[in-house]
């Protein structure tokens, strides 16, 4: 398979180099860098694409229970299916943050189709808003 088909894009944030170029991602960095960018927009925020991004920013100020993590796997695992159609999904964990108990930590395994290449990414993702 081609290095091509996994892409090349701007890099997450974007900026620019030492050269005034703006920082790309490509190949594998570029779809790790697309779960985090799904994951971390929420649904409505593109005014232009409204049902992009992870429906996990209703559960902000949620209750760190079994039942938050559940609904943060399942809005997770629908907005990867959606929107990263390159992955399988092996694997999707949350589970509390031992030393910030109002942080969520996602713990997403997949596969790369086109290469059966495997990956892991983890996403903190706060039930409380950070300040500071």
């Not at 799904?38 to 005014?47: D, M, N, P, Q, W």
């Not at 559960?59 to 299916?81: M, S």
């Not at 390159?86 to 997403?108: A, G, K, Y």
Request: with cysteine.
């Amino acid at each position: 398979m081609p290095a091509e088909f996994f892409g090349l894009g701007w890099k997450f944030p974007p900026g620019a180099d030492d050269e005034g170029r703006v920082n790309r991602a490509s190949y594998e960095e570029c779809i790790r860098e697309a779960i985090w960018l799904i994951l971390s927009t929420a649904k409505g925020e593109r005014v232009m694409r409204p049902d992009f991004g992870c429906g996990i920013h209703d559960l902000v100020f949620a209750v760190n229970n079994a039942t938050t993590a559940g609904l943060v796997a399942k809005e997770v695992r629908q907005a990867l299916i959606l929107w990263e159609p390159r992955v399988d999904m092996l694997d999707l964990q949350v589970n509390p943050r031992p030393e910030t108990p109002s942080t969520l930590l996602i713990r997403i395994d997949y596969r790369v189709r086109a290469t059966n290449t495997v990956f892991n990414l983890v996403y903190p993702f706060y039930l409380e808003r950070r300040t500071g």
